[in-house]
């Protein structure tokens, strides 16, 4: 029944993946047009994007043991754990900055914070290239 599931970490990718992207918008919408409320969904998405990141990592673990053992592919694995490993802390900081320093959204610091949120994107985009890469030029993952 369990082989039917597997593999886990295709299933739990996406949401983190959406909800992150959205969650920076929404805070840099909400920054840039003065909006609280935007950056409070913002924050929630980020929270809610970090617990599927959380979930997409544990997948991704557990389902690296079926993949190629093959030096590239190996190689690939690594480089995108690393970076799933990195998105997890960045978004980790993004939540917490904010509850850490409560006039964030008004004092210089708030460029360093965007600088963070441009960083969560970028491992977004790197995550997902090394993902396609591991499906589409390997098979990593399809049966």
């Known amino acids: ?4 599931l597997t593999p886990l970490h295709p299933r739990f990718v996406h949401f983190p993946i959406a909800l992150s ?8 919408l909400g920054m840039l047009r003065r909006r609280e409320a935007w950056i409070g969904y913002g ?5 809610l994007g970090w617990l599927g990141v959380l979930a997409a990592v544990v ?11 093959d030096a590239t592919v190996t190689a690939i694995i690594d480089q995108h754990v690393t970076a799933g490993i990195a998105l997890l802390i960045a978004a980790g ?3 917490y900055w904010p509850l850490r320093n409560r006039n964030l959204w008004s004092s210089p610091a708030r460029w360093g914070y965007v600088a963070l949120l441009v960083v969560i994107v970028l491992l977004v985009l790197v995550e997902g290239w090394l ?5 589409y030029e390997f098979g990593v993952g399809v049966d």
Do not use: N
């Open 1 to 4: 029944m369990l082989e039917a």
């Open 21 to 28: 992207l959205v969650g920076v918008l929404f805070v840099v």
């Open 43 to 47: 924050r929630i998405s980020l929270l």
């Open 59 to 69: 997948t991704g673990l557990i389902d690296q043991a079926a993949a190629p053992q």
């Open 93 to 95: 900081l993004a939540i």
């Open 131 to 135: 993902g396609g890469k591991l499906v």
